[in-house]
């Protein structure tokens, strides 16, 4: 009971930072004037990934994969023993002795297949000149981070036992504030105008602010 109020509690204290990040970011995105071949590549990615997601078929079997096999691989950095694993069309399991918050979470964080498909196309620059291709790998990476953002988002909108872990206010905040993070980090390498650290420190900035206007109103006279 305890353990539950606590989680209840940090999940609370974890909302000013929430709308602190959530206003940082869109001072990002509207600061951006113009964009490079790049970032151009980058949304035609994230667009048509959207397009064939409505239109065409929504690869749930692929995400299920995806987001078993980082349950697994969080699992064994952290020493655990990978015992079970079973993936569907629709569901998946891993059965492993250690589960932790970052065994639980982590395949709502990490974009498995955007980060296979970097590694992917960094190896293929060590056998071979790759310049020319650098559209392609913009493409894809918003191809396969829109898949990310786009599964989690129908994912969450179920029971999710991972997120019993921490409790589902805290661990719905932090993946909020993860993926808010890895998409403006990710649109940093494309688009010039978004600053990485100028959105960390003034997230910290907007966060403290809530802070303080929380406690003018619950204490101050």
Not at 165 to 184: E, H
């Amino acid at each position: 009971m305890l353990a539950k109020a606590v989680r209840i509690f940090l999940g609370l204290l974890l909302i000013p930072v929430e709308i602190g990040y959530a206003l940082s970011f869109s001072e990002q995105l509207m600061a951006i004037r113009q964009m490079q071949a790049s970032g151009l590549y980058f949304l035609l990615g994230v667009t048509a990934y959207l397009a064939f997601h409505v239109l065409v078929a929504a690869p749930m079997k692929l995400y299920v994969f995806g987001h078993e096999l980082i349950h697994a691989a969080a699992a064994w950095i952290s020493g655990g023993k990978v015992k079970g694993f079973k993936v569907n069309a629709k569901s998946g399991s891993v059965t492993t002795d250690r589960l932790t918050a970052f065994v639980a979470l982590a395949p709502y964080l990490v974009p498995v297949y955007a980060i296979l498909w970097s590694v992917g196309f960094g190896l293929a620059g060590l056998f071979g000149k790759t310049a020319s291709w650098i559209w392609l790998f913009f493409f894809g990476l918003g191809v396969w981070l829109t898949f990310h953002l786009a599964f989690t988002v129908i994912v969450l909108k179920q029971k999710q036992p991972d997120l019993e872990v921490v409790g589902p206010l805290l661990a719905l905040g932090l993946i909020f504030l993860g993926n808010l993070t890895l998409v403006l980090g990710t649109m940093n390498w494309v688009v010039p105008e978004i600053q990485f650290r100028s959105y960390l420190s003034e997230g910290l900035r907007h966060s403290w602010a809530v802070y303080r206007a929380i406690f003018t109103q619950l204490f101050g006279h």
